[in-house]
RNA sequence: GGGAUGGUGGUGGAAUAGGCAGACACAGCAGACUUAAAAUCUGCAGCCCGAAAGGGCGUCCGGGUUCGACUCCCGGCCAUCCCACCA
């Protein structure tokens, strides 16, 4: 009678005792070391499958795992609650977004413990809950007194879908990175943070990451975009005014045909005045034609277009007269919006150049070639200086060297460093997010709500189907006093990006129900920083750049002690695909959890999803994989099942007279030693530890015996431990049905035994040249003279040496004998 | 255009201080059990030659280093991702 492993009653069984226990709660004290495991924290956004299942199942074996091997583990879970598409859900419906969201919360709460994991719930936290924004709002207000919160009027972009402003950061190939509308230009006052002020320090600190995936800084990098160069002052010619131009090539500066201007540079209304009517007009006309236009149709979509304004500039060193053109290729909020035209030299300006007929010229030659030959684009490359005065001849490296300095003491430019990174806009015209917690006064100005009147409500919404409600809408909520001259004034309307939110939640974790501060800086000591952390490489420059970014305020404030940096370890894990595609709903692929759960059971989804691909690679889910999964759930189960009531409790090695029971031994340890190693390298190729451990399994298959021998008894002992941290109910049921009282989550993982992991006979790998000739069955620790006379004693390696004399050996112990002949 | 990562059987993958390529699993084939099927257990399985012993070829392609290369180096091809008129 073949027995089936029972996992319905089973895991519901666990479940429901782990919760009744408090089994994964994280003191803020202990003897162990401590570990922070965290994955980043979902939106509530409905269901969840298999897809999220992974992310969980990863981040719940490496936090089991470090339990088992004796740290006090911190694995938490929250809720990123406030953002779109509960408020559009909200409009569409007629239904309260928080309603939505709660409803999704309990929904997906529900289905993460369905999944086994071992969070500590007692400190569940979600960000639309007025505890958790109160803070979100008192920190804000820091950055504001410290002057990293500013509002200022500036082109931001403006997605006409979601009917809202976004971070530069959300906008992904010219689009809303939700809802994929083409962004639009728009001039609006709006609040920023000044993440720019830290932009060397989040750049430089990248080097202290090491276990962090390159491509993410390197992303960060690029993001970054640090370029050191100079700014130069150009005097426009009959104005009072100069133009700054920002460049990294100021050895290229006497090969200056035009200066390049964004159509919105302050320059422009100065220079309207002093042209002909029609150039003004002109002007006119080229600005309106780009004014609602994104940077991404300005810059990639469209040709280089121009017109000359009429205006010229002095060139501060030749004295030449050059033109001024408008142009839609030069960035109005990078390098001061202008930049010096060198068409010899730069390929956007010897694009534009050719266009529309400027002048180009040659200032810098290859090196070492005597008559260069006339070339057909631009040069691009350093190379050595020509036709530049007193700095012909240099090379381009000395040359931006000596033109700054003269440029300095000229006082017309300055060694200058820009960023690509621009400040972090954080106004959403939206409904549901956290309230900027600002009140406009026409006498006091900005106006901060004192910390004691924390937090500004959030106030029910006007539940209209089909119809966007905000808070400027809401006459009651914005007509407030000023908390500085007690006068009419109206509070900010706008709520923050959601990103404010996932900022710091790490830190709320760590003290969720503090109601007098966001964290007491104790916690912090202790449990910081974030020993691993798990999540999708889609926020590489979103969620991990921000979190940056605060967590080094926190630190310059004295609220967190030690590094100045939130997440030790950084781990991407890969998409699961299902045929060849994302899961979603439109395309009808999605394996939902609760299906799973009930199919085939959440012990063998885990091992599925830990097994198929090494975690950070895509994979598939496939119907075929996770029954090869309910299969090998099914022979533990009957592997150990005959053996409940005898095996005992014994922990030390059993004799071994077999080489069978002695291979059994090793098994065990094999799949112990493959587990920690994959912990603590922090690979988590739980894979190759599962593939042994289904070769722990056939051996335990083929040593069923009666009476069951002390190695298998020993192995079946070992077994509910072992597979704890990724099937962990039948690893409990198993501890229990050997007579256990106490959780097996409680337990030390199993040790490596060295005396188990060796081997008493090798297989000698016999090379004659390099080929493989012969396999020969030979003891362990065999010296390199014994395994020679073996080899030599084999017809086959015999047959190959011909007689020839033994030029060579290479003998790599235990291993292999390489015999190399004439 | 710049950068990152990768390319191994029918499939997912394993092998990293340079030392047996293809562990383990899925799908497949054969056998046992069964009236039968399912389930389970056992066995086979990179390609080619061979009855077998054994041999030749083989980790995207072409070179190189080495006694020995999936692994290291040079060149190329392909795939995925990221950045991209950032002056």
């Given at each position: 009678?073949?027995?089936?492993?029972e996992?319905?009653?089973?895991?519901r069984?666990?479940?429901?005792?782990?919760?009744r226990?408090?089994?994964?709660r994280?003191?803020?004290e202990s003897?162990?070391?401590?570990?922070?495991?965290m994955?980043?924290?979902?939106?509530?956004?409905?269901?969840?499958h298999?897809?999220?299942a992974?992310?969980?199942t990863?981040g719940d074996a490496v936090?089991r795992?470090?339990?088992?091997?004796?740290h006090?583990?911190?694995?938490?879970?929250?809720?990123?609650?406030?953002g779109?598409?509960?408020?559009?859900?909200?409009i569409d419906?007629?239904?309260?977004?928080?309603?939505?969201t709660?409803?999704?919360?309990?929904?997906?709460r529900?289905q993460?413990?369905l999944?086994?994991?071992?969070?500590?719930?007692?400190?569940e936290?979600?960000?639309?809950?007025?505890?958790?924004?109160?803070?979100n709002?008192w920190?804000?207000?820091?950055?504001?007194?410290?002057?990293?919160?500013y509002?200022?009027?500036?082109?931001?972009?403006?997605?006409?879908h979601?009917?809202?402003?976004?971070?530069?950061?959300?906008?992904?190939?010219?689009?809303?990175?939700?809802c994929?509308?083409l962004v639009?230009?728009r001039?609006?006052s709006?609040?920023?943070?000044?993440?720019t002020a830290y932009?060397?320090?989040?750049?430089?600190?990248?080097?202290?990451l090491?276990g962090?995936?390159?491509?993410?800084?390197?992303?960060?990098?690029?993001?970054?975009?640090?370029?050191?160069?100079?700014?130069?002052?150009?005097?426009?010619d009959?104005?009072?005014?100069?133009?700054?131009?920002?460049?990294?090539?100021?050895?290229?500066?006497?090969?200056?045909?035009?200066?390049?201007?964004?159509?919105?540079?302050?320059?422009?209304?100065?220079?309207?005045?002093?042209?002909?009517?029609s150039?003004?007009?002109?002007?006119?006309?080229?600005?309106?034609?780009?004014?609602?236009?994104?940077?991404?149709e300005?810059?990639?979509?469209?040709?280089k277009?121009?017109?000359?304004t009429?205006?010229?500039?002095?060139?501060?060193?030749?004295?030449e007269?050059v033109?001024?053109?408008l142009?839609?290729?030069?960035?109005?909020?990078?390098?001061?919006?202008?930049v010096?035209g060198v068409p010899g030299?730069d390929?956007?300006?010897?694009?534009?150049?050719k266009?529309?007929?400027?002048?180009?010229?040659?200032?810098?030659?290859p090196?070492?070639e005597?008559?260069?030959?006339?070339?057909a684009?631009?040069?691009?490359?350093?190379?050595l200086?020509?036709?530049?005065?007193?700095?012909?001849?240099?090379s381009?490296?000395?040359?931006r060297?000596?033109i700054?300095?003269r440029?300095?003491?000229?006082?017309?430019?300055?060694?200058?460093?820009?960023?690509?990174?621009?400040?972090?806009l954080?106004?959403?015209?939206?409904?549901w997010?956290t309230?900027?917690?600002?009140?406009?006064?026409?006498?006091?100005?900005?106006?901060?709500?004192?910390?004691?009147?924390l937090p500004v409500l959030?106030?029910?919404r006007?539940?209209?189907?089909g119809?966007?409600?905000?808070l400027?809408s809401?006459?009651a909520?914005?007509?407030?006093?000023?908390?500085a001259?007690?006068?009419p004034?109206?509070?900010?309307?706008d709520?923050?990006?959601?990103?404010?939110?996932s900022?710091?939640?790490?830190?709320?974790?760590?003290?969720?129900?503090?109601?007098?501060?966001?964290?007491?800086?104790?916690?912090?000591?202790?449990?910081m920083?974030?020993d691993?952390?798990?999540?999708g490489?889609?926020?590489?420059?979103?969620?991990?750049?921000?979190?940056r970014f605060?967590?080094?305020?926190?630190h310059?404030?004295?609220?967190?002690?030690?590094?100045?940096?939130?997440?030790?370890r950084l781990?991407?894990?890969?998409?699961?695909?299902?045929?060849?595609?994302k899961?979603s709903?439109?395309?009808?692929?999605?394996v939902g959890?609760d299906?799973?759960?009930?199919r085939?059971?959440?012990?063998?989804?885990r091992?599925?999803?830990?097994?198929?691909?090494?975690?950070?690679?895509t994979?598939?889910?496939?119907?075929d994989?996770?029954s090869?999964r309910?299969r090998?759930l099914?022979?533990?189960w009957?592997?150990?099942?005959?053996?409940?009531?005898?095996a005992g409790?014994?922990r030390?090695?059993?004799?071994?007279?077999?080489p069978?029971e002695?291979a059994?031994?090793?098994?065990?340890?094999l799949?112990?030693?493959?587990?920690?190693?994959?912990?603590?390298?922090?690979?988590?190729?739980?894979?190759?530890?599962i593939?042994?451990?289904?070769?722990?399994?056939?051996?335990?298959?083929?040593?069923s015996?009666?009476p069951?021998?002390?190695a298998?008894l020993?192995a079946?002992?070992?077994?509910?431990i072992?597979?704890?941290?990724?099937a962990?109910?039948?690893a409990?049921?198993?501890?229990?049905r050997?007579g256990?009282?106490?959780?097996?989550h409680l337990?030390?993982?199993?040790?490596?035994?060295?005396?188990a992991?060796?081997?008493?006979?090798?297989?000698?790998?016999?090379?004659?040249?390099?080929?493989v000739?012969?396999?020969?069955?030979?003891?362990?620790?065999i010296?390199?003279?014994?395994a020679?006379?073996?080899a030599?004693?084999d017809?086959?390696?015999?047959?190959?040496?011909?007689?020839?004399?033994?030029r060579?050996?290479?003998?790599?112990?235990?291993?292999?004998?390489?015999?190399?002949?004439?």
């Amino acid at each position: 009678m073949l027995h089936m492993y029972e996992f319905a009653p089973i895991e519901r069984k666990w479940q429901e005792r782990w919760e009744r226990e408090h089994l994964y709660r994280a003191p803020n004290e202990s003897a162990k070391p401590k570990y922070y495991a965290m994955e980043m924290l979902p939106y509530p956004s409905g269901d969840l499958h298999v897809g999220h299942a992974k992310n969980y199942t990863i981040g719940d074996a490496v936090a089991r795992m470090m339990r088992m091997l004796g740290h006090n583990v911190l694995h938490p879970m929250g809720w990123d609650a406030f953002g779109l598409p509960a408020e559009n859900a909200a409009i569409d419906r007629g239904i309260d977004p928080a309603a939505w969201t709660t409803e999704n919360i309990l929904n997906m709460r529900r289905q993460i413990r369905l999944m086994g994991t071992s969070y500590d719930w007692s400190r569940e936290l979600a960000t639309c809950e007025p505890e958790y924004y109160r803070w979100n709002q008192w920190l804000f207000l820091q950055l504001f007194q410290h002057g990293l919160a500013y509002k200022r009027h500036a082109p931001v972009n403006w997605c006409p879908h979601d009917q809202t402003v976004l971070a530069n950061e959300q906008v992904v190939d010219g689009r809303c990175w939700r809802c994929a509308h083409l962004v639009e230009r728009r001039n609006l006052s709006q609040w920023f943070l000044r993440i720019t002020a830290y932009a060397d320090r989040l750049l430089a600190d990248l080097e202290k990451l090491p276990g962090w995936p390159e491509r993410t800084r390197t992303m960060q990098r690029n993001w970054i975009g640090r370029s050191e160069g100079a700014n130069v002052a150009f005097v426009v010619d009959s104005l009072d005014a100069t133009i700054e131009v920002f460049t990294t090539r100021l050895d290229t500066i006497y090969g200056v045909t035009f200066l390049a201007v964004a159509p919105e540079h302050p320059i422009v209304e100065s220079i309207k005045r002093v042209v002909s009517p029609s150039d003004a007009a002109a002007i006119d006309a080229f600005a309106a034609s780009l004014k609602s236009k994104s940077e991404l149709e300005r810059t990639s979509l469209m040709e280089k277009q121009g017109v000359f304004t009429g205006a010229y500039a002095i060139h501060p060193l030749s004295r030449e007269r050059v033109p001024i053109w408008l142009t839609n290729y030069v960035l109005a909020e990078y390098g001061g919006g202008a930049v010096m035209g060198v068409p010899g030299h730069d390929e956007r300006d010897a694009d534009f150049a050719k266009r529309h007929a400027l002048p180009s010229a040659q200032v810098i030659v290859p090196p070492g070639e005597v008559d260069p030959e006339p070339l057909a684009g631009p040069y691009v490359e350093d190379g050595l200086l020509v036709a530049s005065d007193e700095f012909s001849e240099m090379s381009s490296a000395h040359a931006r060297e000596a033109i700054a300095e003269r440029l300095v003491a000229m006082g017309a430019g300055a060694k200058s460093v820009s960023y690509k990174l621009r400040d972090w806009l954080i106004s959403r015209q939206r409904y549901w997010g956290t309230p900027i917690p600002i009140v406009h006064c026409a006498a006091c100005g900005e106006v901060a709500v004192p910390a004691g009147e924390l937090p500004v409500l959030l106030p029910p919404r006007e539940h209209v189907a089909g119809r966007s409600s905000t808070l400027a809408s809401n006459a009651a909520f914005r007509e407030t006093q000023c908390p500085a001259c007690g006068g009419p004034a109206e509070r900010e309307t706008d709520t923050m990006d959601t990103f404010f939110e996932s900022s710091w939640y790490y830190l709320r974790y760590l003290d969720p129900h503090n109601d007098t501060a966001p964290w007491d800086p104790r916690r912090p000591a202790y449990w910081m920083n974030v020993d691993q952390y798990i999540g999708g490489a889609e926020h590489a420059v979103l969620h991990l750049l921000y979190s940056r970014f605060f967590y080094k305020f926190f630190h310059d404030q004295g609220w967190v002690a030690g590094s100045d940096e939130p997440f030790e370890r950084l781990f991407h894990q890969g998409l699961l695909l299902r045929d060849g595609e994302k899961m979603s709903k439109s395309r009808g692929n999605v394996v939902g959890i609760d299906e799973t759960a009930e199919r085939n059971g959440v012990d063998a989804m885990r091992l599925f999803l830990l097994y198929v691909t090494p975690p950070e690679e895509t994979s598939s889910w496939t119907d075929d994989g996770i029954s090869g999964r309910v299969r090998l759930l099914n022979r533990i189960w009957r592997a150990c099942e005959p053996h409940f009531e005898v095996a005992g409790d014994e922990r030390t090695l059993p004799p071994t007279p077999t080489p069978a029971e002695k291979a059994l031994l090793r098994a065990v340890h094999l799949v112990a030693k493959s587990a920690i190693d994959e912990t603590l390298t922090r690979r988590f190729h739980y894979n190759t530890t599962i593939a042994k451990l289904d070769e722990l399994v056939n051996a335990m298959t083929a040593a069923s015996a009666t009476p069951p021998s002390p190695a298998l008894l020993y192995a079946v002992r070992a077994l509910p431990i072992l597979i704890a941290p990724f099937a962990p109910h039948i690893a409990e049921e198993l501890w229990e049905r050997l007579g256990h009282q106490t959780s097996v989550h409680l337990e030390r993982y199993l040790e490596p035994d060295d005396r188990a992991l060796s081997v008493d006979e090798i297989t000698l790998v016999v090379q004659v040249n390099g080929k493989v000739r012969a396999r020969i069955a030979a003891p362990a620790g065999i010296g390199e003279e014994d395994a020679m006379e073996l080899a030599m004693a084999d017809a086959n390696v015999r047959a190959y040496l011909n007689g020839k004399a033994v030029r060579k050996r290479i003998y790599v112990a235990d291993k292999l004998l390489n015999v190399v002949a004439a």
